[in-house]
Nanobody
């Protein structure tokens, strides 16, 4: 069984910073692509950033130059550094991890439960 947990959310003021963490655990042979999504109240879930197993990254236009995604494969973790936070960044942030399961070598996509980021003005 593979689990994913996000952490690092909280209440911050406009202009502040947060570092979100996404940690995968369980029977994992390899951790491949990892993506951060967010869902604001009343809105659809949207992709904000992802990082491939080789390290290449993608950012949504709305977060470029403020968000940085990076990974620590040894710790099976991916981080999202968020700077210059804006009230419109308020959302639940979710991590989606693609793994190859140890033993079966099955490919799985696993979601975490999310972490809430609230930005006050």
């Amino acid at each position: 069984q593979v689990q994913v947990v996000e952490s690092g959310g909280g209440l911050v003021q406009r202009g502040g910073s947060l570092r979100l963490a996404c940690a995968a655990s369980g029977s994992i042979f390899s951790m491949n692509d990892v993506a951060w999504y967010r869902q604001a109240p009343g809105k659809q879930r949207e992709l904000v950033a992802d990082i491939r197993s080789g390290g290449s990254t993608y950012y949504a236009d709305s977060v470029k130059d403020r968000f940085t995604i990076f990974r620590d494969n040894r710790k099976k973790s991916v981080f999202l550094q968020i700077n210059n936070l804006k009230p419109e960044d308020t959302a639940v942030y979710y991590c989606n991890v693609e793994v190859i399961v140890g033993g079966t070598y099955e490919r799985l996509e696993v979601w975490g439960p999310g972490t809430l980021v609230t930005v006050s003005s």
